[in-house]
């Protein structure tokens, strides 16, 4: 009966096949935990600094900039050697160095102690100031020396060690305000015709000011076969229909003579009021003063 009833659950040969068989599940659950699959992790870990390791050359140019460095380009600017633009030609010529080393790098960074020579010159950049001045009669932006007349640089002179040039242009006779400065991005920047800040004159006339050719004034004046934009021109309230306000965007005085004289009318007196926002106030005619940082910016940004 033992034998009847362990066979309940199968023939003889069977257990004895069975047991055999049931072993062969071990070995493969022992391959599951072999396995150089437990490798994958430790190969991300090493494939994460690989990536930093990668990054370090780009993230270098991103180092925090020191406050006193200066691009090259502007540094021989700032010296009054030439333009930006023009020091970049210098710059990928090979016609600088920096400490002695030619540098062609555009964007190069320069550092204070470094020494920059400049095609065989060292510079020595100035730090950049800007004046303004209520310029008076007899005094002219001229260096002709057949010219009689005392040069506006007089008037300036002793205000700073920097040497200041004028910018724009004016004659003996126009009075008002006229700015001095070093940075001769700005001189460059109010000298080109299609500058954007305005600037306010008033022109004293030989005769009255025909209301039908202040209106042909205001439309726009064609001279030298260029068509001159003009912002306003009024009257001057409580005077003389021969005093006339004229609001434009040059700052070249002698258009604003010719846009008169080509309506037949002499011109007696200019008098710059206003400069891109900088006004006459508190500035008395033949003074000067130096400009705030806030009109430094506001004028950088015109």
């Known amino acids: 009966m033992n034998n009847s009833g362990g066979s309940k659950k199968g023939t003889g040969p069977r257990p004895s096949s069975s047991r055999p068989s049931s072993n062969k599940p071990k070995p493969a659950m022992a391959k599951r935990a072999q396995g150089p699959k437990k490798v994958k992790p430790t190969t991300k870990v090493e494939e994460i600094p690989t990536d930093k390791v990668a990054k ?19 540094y021989i600017s700032n010296s009054g050697a030439c333009s930006r633009r023009d020091a970049d030609i210098y710059i990928q010529s090979g016609n600088v160095k920096v400490n002695g080393i030619p540098v062609v790098e555009m964007g190069y960074m320069v550092k204070p102690g470094d020494v ?42 002793g205000a700073t060690k920097a040497n200041l040039q004028p910018v724009g242009r004016m004659d003996k006779n126009t009075t008002g305000l006229l700015l001095f ?9 109010f000298g080109l015709p299609n500058q954007k800040s305005s600037k306010i004159y008033q022109v004293s ?13 205001e439309k726009g004046v064609t001279l030298d076969g260029h068509r001159l934009f003009v912002e306003e021109v009024s009257y001057i309230e409580n005077e003389p229909k021969t005093e006339i306000g004229l609001k434009l965007r040059t700052s070249n005085v002698k258009v604003v003579r010719a846009i008169f004289e080509s309506f037949k009318y002499d011109v007696i007196k200019i008098d710059r009021v206003a400069f891109a926002g ?12 130096l400009l705030t940082e806030q009109e430094i910016i506001n004028l950088k940004n015109t």
């Open 56 to 74: 370090k050359p780009n993230q270098a140019p991103k180092r925090p900039k020191n406050a006193d460095e200066i691009r090259l380009n502007k």
């Open 116 to 157: 920059v020579n400049f095609d065989g010159m060292t510079l020595t950049p100035e730090r950049k100031e800007y004046l303004l001045l209520n310029k008076p009669k007899n005094f002219t932006t001229s260096f002709d020396e057949n010219d009689m007349m005392r040069n506006v640089n007089e008037l300036v002179r």
């Open 181 to 189: 400065t070093n940075d001769t991005d700005m001189i460059r920047k």
């Open 205 to 217: 006339l030989d005769k009255n000011l025909k209301f039908e050719d202040l209106e042909k004034i």
């Open 278 to 289: 900088l006004t006459k106030k508190n500035l008395p005619r033949g003074n000067w003063r």
